[in-house]
């Protein structure tokens, strides 16, 4: 692997193997979503326990300050949202020029299989995968479903991480599933976990993140569990538990209970 490509890489995935993203990129189809209406506000005190953001540049230019030194993955996919047509329909947004001019980690864009866009989902991907090589840019593929999240069992996110990887993609960011270990062994590289929309409990966020990393996610990218949380700091530092300290979900529930009531 190419000197540049190996340091971003290793800029994002901490010497334990591991690594916890802060994905903000949710208005990119969403718009204002709730908690993140002003995301300069969101994202600042969580970025001492975040290992990378994933943001587009338009919400990296307006509300990160540039001086700091948290890496970042962005987004350069869409072209829909959520009163159109189909989300699935996208193109890509951002040039690679506008990436190393940003002096991003690494780039990210979602594909749709299964969908009437999967082709041209998949088309892109390789397209980007072909540009980002030239400059040692390491590309985060998005298993996305859509409105569709029932879609989400190991079989379905299976095929769609096989296929991002086999496009190029070096790390892969899909949802946790049950038998999350065959969607992991399937997947020759690195798979990072989305949290989807917001569980009932804390408790059941610790544990699908604590099974999928029991079962070979080498980290988190999981955003609204956390900022749409009512205490999104001791959501942040249970999970990192979890993530960076072989945390249980019992121990990641108590350092969050700490936190809380700190
Ligand atoms: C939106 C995304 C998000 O980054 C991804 O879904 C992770 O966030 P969450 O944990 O809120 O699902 O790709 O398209």
Redesign the pocket.
């Known amino acids: 692997m190419d000197w540049g490509m190996k340091n971003r890489l290793s800029r994002l995935i901490k010497p334990d193997g591991h690594c916890f993203f802060l994905?903000?990129?949710?208005g990119?189809?969403?718009g204002p979503t709730k908690k993140l209406e002003r995301p300069e506000e969101t994202i600042a005190p969580l970025v001492p326990y975040a290992d990378g953001l994933?943001v587009t540049r338009g919400i990296l230019r307006a509300c990160v300050n540039p001086e700091n030194n948290l890496p970042v993955i962005l987004?350069v996919s869409g072209g829909s949202s959520v009163i159109g047509k189909d989300l699935a329909h996208e193109a890509i947004t951002t040039s690679i020029q506008e990436a190393i001019r940003l002096n991003v980690a690494a780039v990210?864009m979602?594909i749709f299989v299964g969908s009437d866009y999967e082709y041209d989902s998949l088309v892109n991907l390789g397209k980007l995968v072909n540009e980002c090589e030239n400059y040692g840019i390491p590309v985060m593929a998005?298993t996305?479903v859509g409105k569709e999240l029932t879609k989400r069992d190991s079989r379905y996110l299976g095929l769609c991480c096989r296929i991002a990887a086999e496009f190029g993609a070096k790390v892969v960011?899909t949802?946790w599933c049950e038998d999350f270990d065959k969607v992991v062994n399937g997947c020759p590289v690195p798979v990072v976990m989305?949290?989807?929309?917001r569980c009932e409990t804390e408790r059941e966020v610790f544990e699908f993140v604590h099974d999928g990393m029991q079962k070979g996610a080498i980290g988190?990218?999981?955003?609204?569990?956390?900022?749409?949380h009512d205490y999104p700091e001791a959501m942040m530092k249970a999970l990192h538990a979890i993530v960076h300290k072989n945390a249980s979900a019992e121990d990641a529930e108590e350092i969050y209970e700490d936190v809380k009531n700190s």
């Open positions: 994905p903000i990129d949710h990119y189809f969403q994933f987004r990210g979602s998005v996305a960011k949802y989305a949290g989807g929309p988190l990218t999981l955003g609204r569990n956390v900022w749409q």
